[in-house]
């Protein structure tokens, strides 16, 4: 990165007098999850980086608290998993979701069901998808983590630096930013731009970029509290307490208590409505609430650590980039927390842009490998929204099945409880199996393993070159895709866990290839891919790591795991890209396998033209490579 001075009366974009001027490769605008994230695999891959924030350091409340196991999976390639682990809860612990009206009263517990892999019929689904397990850690303390692995040679990360405005002359993103330390102005030129900088991105105003959906959906206030609720969460742990009350029929009930630190520091949520006027979040008025819905003495210790307002929103933009400047994280896609996938889209955002900007800028690939982020993530982050709008919509009808009414009389909504739990009536065994089903959806919401490891890019978009179709169609789900992971090796798909052996230990196949790198997964046949991704990797560029999986191969399935899972045979042979995902795959050795390699490539790197990638096979040519 290089910097001097610019005397700036030409540049009338800006008309500026004498400023700073930094030039970069990448320009990340935004410290928070998506945009640390961001900055470490770009730094580790080559690129010459500067990041901004407008605010002063790193989140300052708890926020996002549920780290997935595929997120788990990149912190763990990103060699930060155990720090994660050391500073998290594991969800497994307090894999319970209660639906109560009382938080003291242990009689007025309406249902509670397993999640996040905790439930005796979970266990196996979640351990065997993924080496990693699921973590509750919050948001203020992961930042912490990615802040100090983000840091140190080469960084250059800047807060309290505002973006004030990005426009893109001579081929490059001429960006405007104050440092508001001291208020001086500089001009930063960089070959890309990323926005990181949340739901309220000004890249995203300034770019001009439309949204889907709804913003403003519902009015929400956050407290954080110290308070002591051991003697009545402990024996019931849970991540989340979803508190119901009679006269109260929003989504929320009369709030959610969120687990921080167990059981002692918690995030209380409500649902507001303006017109009726704002809420009192002072710390006298937040306590007085949280002692009143949580049925506390009067005199419970509370302390208010942090109180804060914010909209719940139901938007993904049409489009994650525009020329050189993309977008990620809730810059992109703003939803509501109910499904737990918020900062994990963030990360999982910055994984699949990482490598493929690294690419470019160091010349390896074209700029049409761009264009892949934006046709690979933003039908995922439709998906992520509209599956969290579901789950809104599924946790409305806990209330409606109680019988709870906006306006109803406590009496009347305790009578509605009684009927639905002791009436030996054909009316009381409905409204109890209603509820039932009603328990049941919300599985949806804390155990949708299939939504969270099961991405599939699509292989056949022809504006997209970072995946090869091999001609064959991605397996049919046989189970519930959003609850059931079925992993696959289909291109497009992410590369499936299986437990291999090397030098007498125990290792993920998720853990073969080295961080930031291409890896080519082959069978006995392993010399011949081997020579071939030799003879190749000149031409190409791009370093590619050969590895030989099978029984009595350098990584020994001993358990027949990869061999179950591979869906290519003993010849063939699987190529992964930097963030894991499945480039091409060949089921059987061709004729000539370095011909092969090139054309996928040629594909990846956005050196063939469309009509020169591969076509679909079909009829006898597919049922031959079976």
């Not at 009143?292 to 650590?305: A, C, E, Q, T």
């Not at 599985?443 to 504006?463: E, I, K, W």
């Not at 063939?572 to 059987?588: F, V």
Request: charged content about 20%; hydrophobic content about 35%.
């Amino acid at each position: 990165m290089s910097s001097k001075t610019l005397n700036s009366t030409s540049l009338k974009t800006f008309q500026l007098k004498t400023v700073m001027e930094i030039d970069t490769d990448v320009l990340v605008v935004g410290a928070g999850v998506a945009g640390l994230a961001l900055s470490i695999l770009l730094r580790d891959l080559g690129v010459r980086i500067l990041t901004i924030s407008k605010h002063r350091g790193t989140a300052t409340a708890p926020r996002a608290h549920i780290t997935n196991q595929r997120t788990m999976e990149i912190f763990r390639d990103m060699g930060i998993e155990e720090q994660v682990k050391d500073l998290s809860t594991p969800l497994k612990d307090v894999g319970n979701f209660v639906l109560t009206t009382n938080m003291t009263d242990r009689k007025q517990e309406i249902a509670r069901y397993s999640c996040y892999g905790a439930g005796v019929d979970q266990l196996t689904s979640f351990t065997k998808a993924s080496p990693c397990e699921m973590m509750n850690i919050p948001q203020h303390i992961l930042e912490q983590v990615l802040l100090k692995r983000a840091s140190g040679e080469g960084s250059d990360i800047r807060f309290y630096n505002e973006l004030l405005r990005i426009e893109e002359t001579m081929g490059k993103v001429s960006a405007r930013v104050r440092d508001r330390h001291t208020q001086a102005e500089y001009l930063v030129r960089a070959r890309y731009v990323v926005g990181a900088d949340g739901a309220n991105s000004l890249v995203a105003k300034q770019l001009g970029i439309p949204f889907l959906g709804e913003s403003k959906v519902m009015s929400m206030v956050s407290s954080w509290l110290e308070v002591d609720l051991t003697e009545y969460t402990a024996y019931r742990p849970a991540a989340i307490y979803f508190l119901l009350a009679p006269g109260n029929a929003y989504w929320v009930g009369s709030g959610t208590c969120v687990i921080v630190k167990p059981f002692t520091e918690w995030i209380l949520t409500k649902q507001y409505e303006p017109e009726d006027g704002e809420p009192d979040t002072s710390d006298e008025g937040v306590i007085v609430h949280a002692r009143k819905v949580l049925n506390l003495p009067s005199d419970f210790p509370i302390h208010v650590k942090n109180s804060s307002k914010w909209q719940v929103n139901n938007i993904v933009a049409t489009t994650y980039r525009k020329g050189p400047v993309f977008l990620v994280g809730d810059a992109a896609h703003r939803h509501p927390p109910t499904t737990g996938l918020g900062s994990n889209t963030c990360v999982q955002d910055a994984y699949n842009l990482a490598w493929k900007l690294a690419l470019v800028v160091s010349g390896q690939a074209t700029e049409q490998l761009l264009e892949s982020y934006n046709r690979e993530r933003q039908p995922v982050g439709q998906v992520v929204v509209s599956h969290a709008m579901q789950t809104l919509h599924n946790m409305v009808k806990v209330p409606q099945t109680l019988g709870f009414q906006r306006g109803q009389s406590v009496e009347e909504g305790y009578a509605s409880l009684e009927e639905l739990f002791y009436a030996d009536t054909l009316q009381g065994e409905k409204r109890r199996e209603q509820l039932e089903e009603v328990v049941r959806l919300q599985h949806r919401r804390s155990n949708a393993l299939g939504l969270q490891l099961g991405h599939r890019y699509n292989s056949t978009d022809p504006n997209s070159c970072a995946v090869v179709d091999d001609g064959t169609p991605f397996p049919e789900h046989k189970l519930d895709p959003v609850l059931f992971y079925e992993p696959t090796t289909h291109p497009g798909a992410y590369l499936p866990h299986a437990y291999v052996e090397y030098e007498n230990r125990r290792i993920s196949t998720l853990d073969i290839i080295p961080h930031g790198k291409f890896g080519l997964f082959v069978g006995v046949s392993g010399k011949v891919w081997h020579d071939a991704m030799l003879e190749l990797s000149h031409e190409v560029g791009v370093e590619v790591s050969v590895h030989t999986i099978g029984h009595r191969c350098d990584y020994n399935d001993v358990l027949g795991e990869w061999t179950n899972l591979r869906e290519v045979r003993d010849t063939g042979a699987i190529l992964i890209r930097p963030d894991c995902h499945i480039a091409w795959r060949c089921i059987r050795r061709p004729d000539n396998p370095t011909e092969a390699l090139r054309v996928a490539f040629n594909r990846i790197l956005g050196n063939s033209s469309k009509e020169s990638a591969p076509k679909p096979l079909v009829g006898d040519a597919l049922k031959s490579i079976l």
